[in-house]
């Protein structure tokens, strides 16, 4: 079977490429430009993958991707927490509803039988403590967060191109995505370089996520293509941890990670995105908060069900959040030390590995 998969130099798309090849697809796979290291680094992993240049907003250049294509795994997509300005705010916008519009168009203009759509929990809504679990009918409604926004927008866009085109589509929404396979830092990978570096040495802030492993990422696209569902479906694991149980599971992991004493007060929120700064000045690790990410989330948690998942499509999660968090810790390193950066203490990867799984 031919498909094209997007965003080919991705966490996701670089291990939904391999994975694809590795079952017998032929996988025809994008970068927005040749140009640079990708195109060798993936070549050299992958000699059996084809690979084109694409910029997803271009829609003549989409056509000619997705010709004699079967599936189309739309991956592709700008993932950025810390924009930096307005105008970077709406290019995500508008990267996000143009790679959508296109994706959806080129798919009915070449007979595509398939679309799979890589969406995110961000579209769905948070809950108030003690509410129940929100469920894939519901939208995500606070614009304060600029990727929340965009990732809700552009998969609404996509539902209503759907119906009008007469598209096949199913859309995912994985949770934060950690384990291996990366070759550059995503913000879930950064808010978890952030813990390495003792951001929560005084304390973890009242906060949670809805987390998954990269390999179950890839498991349930396979599933999603393979299956004759469509909707939307969560792929997120059972429990959504808090960040402090993130934290205490990397100290377990390695106990030169400190470990949280306790939980911040709810007062002190608000002074996150500063108290980060300084520690990303004094420990070099990188910034994730923002105070929209923060208005957004204060006094709500994500309260998320992948039973959907489970039912229709025969997911399931099968990477547990220890052996998750203790692959990303060692290709972290890995990136740091190849960068000349330090890490605190041992990897302990023996320990870890001799431990339950």
Known sequence: MQVLVTGANGHVGNNLCRALLARGYQVRASLRSLQGEWKARLLNA???????????????????AARSVEVLFHVAA???????????????????????????????????RRVVLTSSYATMPMREPGEPPATEQEWHTDPRVPYFRAKTLAEQRA????????????????????????????????LLECILMGSMRFGAPRAN????????????????????????????????????????????????????????PDAMLGLLPALEG???????????MTP???????????????????TALGWAPKVSLKRSLADTLA???????????????????EAWEQGTA
């Open 278 to 288: 300084v520690h990303a000045r004094l420990a070099d690790s990188p910034r994730v």
């Open 159 to 190: 539902w209503a191109l759907a119906g009008e085109l007469g598209v096949q589509l199913i859309s995912l929404l994985p949770g934060s995505i950690g384990g291996p396979g990366f070759h550059r830092r995503t913000p879930t990978v950064e």
């Open 78 to 112: 700008t993932f950025a927490l810390r924009t930096g300005s307005r105008q970077k705010d709406e290019e995500l916008l508008r990267d996000s509803m143009e790679g959508v519009e296109n994706a959806l168009r080129s798919a009915a203009r070449q007979r595509v």
């Open 331 to 349: 290709v972290l390193r890995a990136l740091r030390t190849a960068e000349g950066r330090s890490t605190p203490g041992a990897a302990r990867r």
């Open 292 to 310: 929209e990410l923060v208005a957004c989330c204060r006094g709500k948690v994500w309260h998320l069900s992948n039973a959907r998942a489970r």
């Open 46 to 64: 992958m000699p059996d993958l084809e690979l084109l240049e694409l910029d997803v907003r271009d829609g003549a250049a989409f056509d000619v």
């Open 209 to 264: 996520l809805a987390y998954v492993d990269i390999r179950d990422v890839v498991d349930a696209h396979i599933l999603a293509a393979e299956s004759r569902a469509t909707g939307r479906f969560g792929v997120f694991n059972d429990e959504a941890p808090s960040l402090r149980k993130l934290a205490d599971t990397l100290h377990e992991i390695d106990p030169a990670i400190p470990k949280p004493p306790w939980l911040l």
